[in-house]
């Protein structure tokens, strides 16, 4: 079993992720958690920190059911760190799957969020993975989290308004969609976008599979 967490209160926003988990993965069950008292968004860095207790709760409760993967649902990583302390299974940020996906596709990409607390947040998490030098850009698109969910044609044609400037502007390879909110995005836009738009709810489920089965030694050199 995967779970999937949600540290925000959104449940209608577990759903999405967990329909994208779901196509990508139809053979492994995979469960969305949302974690119900906290904050509806997470939008910077305080409502990462509020969110962290309840996570960490959650993800206890994950390991004590028998999960073999843990995603965390939010592009922010929120608590990613803490939760690999606590768990016996791998976790997996959204956001740092996304971005290593987005690495292997070409040598630049840029993100694209939602509201501008959360560039500085990114930033950091991806000078701590080390990709950084890769990064053309990580773009503020304007729209609020909860937009993605109340008002989602408008939300994501701005998002993917902000998508074609950083391929106009960035010199990049492909683009990062910054939000888990952002889950239907690829699959509505990504067919036509001149390059490759990464969900990074997908790009967590995928790794969660691989990470999930059992490790296979390597064969000997020959």
């Known amino acids: 079993m995967i779970v999937i967490i949600n540290p925000n209160s959104t449940a209608s926003m577990t759903l999405a992720m967990l ?5 990508a993965v139809p053979d492994i069950k995979i469960e969305g958690w949302t974690s119900h008292h906290g904050p509806p968004a997470i939008q910077g860095a305080e409502d990462g920190a509020a969110a962290v207790p309840l996570l960490l709760e959650l993800v206890r409760q994950a390991n004590d059911q028998g999960a073999c993967a843990i995603i965390i649902g939010c592009f922010d990583d929120t608590g990613l760190s803490e939760a690999r302390e606590i768990s016996i299974c791998p976790v997996i940020g959204i956001g740092q799957a996304a971005y290593h996906m987005a690495s292997l596709i070409g040598p630049r990409f840029s993100v ?4 501008a607390p959360s560039v500085p947040v990114l930033e950091s998490n991806l000078a701590t993975y080390g990709l950084d030098k890769n990064v053309g850009r990580v773009r503020a698109s304007g729209v609020p989290v ?3 969910e109340d008002d989602r044609e408008n939300a994501s044609s701005r998002v993917v308004a902000e998508a074609q400037r950083a391929v106009d502007e960035d010199n990049i390879q492909c683009v990062v969609l910054g ?3 952002m889950t239907n995005i690829a699959e509505t836009y990504g067919p036509s976008f001149p390059v490759p738009m990464i969900d990074s709810v997908w ?20």
Do not use: D, F, Y
């Open 19 to 23: 329909e994208t988990a779901r196509k």
């Open 112 to 115: 694209v969020t939602t509201l």
């Open 146 to 148: 909860l937009a993605l």
């Open 179 to 181: 939000c888990a909110g």
């Open 203 to 222: 790009a967590a489920i995928r790794l969660a599979e691989i990470l999930s089965g059992p490790i296979q030694p390597m064969p000997h050199a020959i």
